[in-house]
């Protein structure tokens, strides 16, 4: 399996424009999550799915951010309209429903709101 | 819900000396606690993990410990070397059910060569 795949790798926007950042978890894995990384804040859960059923979104900062899982092999997280103090590298992970906890990260998308 | 909190934030060591680690859990349900490394610019990885049943968890050079009792635990690498230079995240969760992983806030380890 090629792991879990994110796309974009590295997007820069302006304020105010959509964004879009797509995951392609790992093939099996019932679990996908959304991260967050920032300097001040490290990694925050935003929202994570457990058979495509969102399962717990408290993390999402704000009805600016929504996440989709149509199928088991794709997920979304759109931030519409998207702000500076939205920048940060955002990241997918999947996981298997008892494995023990171990996620699988994707390589993260960079994103710079100017 | 789950807070961990880590120490330190930063840490530096010679190349060869030992670096620790050290994270506390608030919710005494939590029975699975992960350790990630994060190298620059690249994904979080899991190295090693360890469940509540356990004491202590050994592979190769690095070492964790739990003391469930006072809810922390610790990650440990002996003789550090250069490519050991990363942020580590320690976690804690609950297995069985609706897995959520709680991060500590990272400790950047720089060896020294």
């Known amino acids: 399996d090629a792991g879990v795949i994110q796309s974009p790798r590295h997007e820069v926007t302006e304020m105010g424009q959509e964004v879009t950042l797509r995951c392609k978890p790992i093939s099996g894995h019932d679990y996908l999550f959304w991260y967050r990384q920032t300097m001040m804040r490290g990694l925050e859960l935003l929202i994570y799915?457990?058979?495509?059923?969102?399962?717990?979104d408290s993390g999402m900062p704000e009805d600016r951010f929504s996440a989709k899982m149509p199928n088991a092999s794709f997920s979304t997280l759109k931030i519409q309209p998207s702000e500076p103090r939205d920048s940060a590298v955002y990241f997918c992970a999947s996981s298997l429903a008892l494995a023990g906890g171990e996620l699988f990260f994707g390589e993260g998308s960079r994103l710079t709101v100017l | 819900g789950e807070n961990v909190e880590q120490h330190p934030s930063t840490l530096s060591v010679q190349e060869g000396d030992s670096a620790v680690i050290k994270c506390t859990y608030s919710d005494s349900a939590s029975n699975y606690f992960p350790w990630y490394k994060q190298e620059l610019g690249k994904r979080p990885q899991l190295i090693i993990d360890i469940r509540s049943n356990v004491g202590e968890k050994k592979d190769q050079r690095i070492a964790v410990t739990l003391n469930k009792t006072a809810k922390h635990f610790s990650l440990h690498i002996t003789e550090t070397q250069p490519e050991d230079s990363a942020v580590y995240f320690c976690a804690a969760s609950m297995t069985g059910g609706y897995q959520k992983v709680t991060f500590g806030t990272g400790t950047k380890l720089q060896v020294i060569p």
């Open positions: 799915f457990n058979n495509n059923v969102p399962i717990d």
